[in-house]
């Protein structure tokens, strides 16, 4: 019986610190997770960003330069982590303080679906639009430039010609 009961502690105190999530996240979202963690913990965290395509209605493999921004804040509003991870991976840190720390996660993609494809087509193409907009009225304003030195050259060599004309020169 006491061999049962120590199995049954080592299960208890395994499951007890073990804490598995899964979620959904869309572009650039953050999703934060607030876990009280005791004093010089080494807390590891493994995850991995696919990517869903709404066509197939699947989760694809992830695309090069899909990563998530990983934060951990500590109780004292101390950031503890800041780092840009690859697609799959596994953070870690240790606390110092013990207390309820802030692991926050963030994709750093701008091509990132998770739920809302078509809001995100939408928004690529109004960033498109944007760009071209912005582009038109640069060359617009270096067109309107040209044209105004153009004019004023032009207006100096009439004037010339007509004090010269007028022998007043």
Known sequence: ?????????????????????YFHSGER???????????DTLVIGNYKVQRWDIHKQ????????????VTVTT?????????????????????????EHIICLQSNSTRFVAFSGSKLEREEKFRKTSEETN???????????????SIGVWQIKSL??????????
Do not use: H
């Open 135 to 149: 582009s038109n009225i640069l060359w617009w304003a270096i067109v309107q430039t040209l044209i105004l030195i």
């Open 75 to 99: 109780p004292s509003a101390e950031v503890l982590l800041s780092k840009l991870y690859g697609p799959q991976g596994t953070f870690s840190f240790t606390s110092y303080l013990s207390g």
């Open 29 to 39: 979202e953050e999703k934060c997770i607030i876990e009280d963690v005791p004093r």
């Open 1 to 21: 019986m006491a061999g049962l009961e120590g199995v049954r502690f080592l299960m208890n105190f395994w499951i007890s610190f073990s804490l598995a999530l």
């Open 58 to 69: 699947d989760f694809l493999e992830s695309a090069p330069g899909l990563g998530m921004f």
């Open 160 to 169: 010339r010609d007509f004090f010269i004309s007028k022998k007043l020169v």
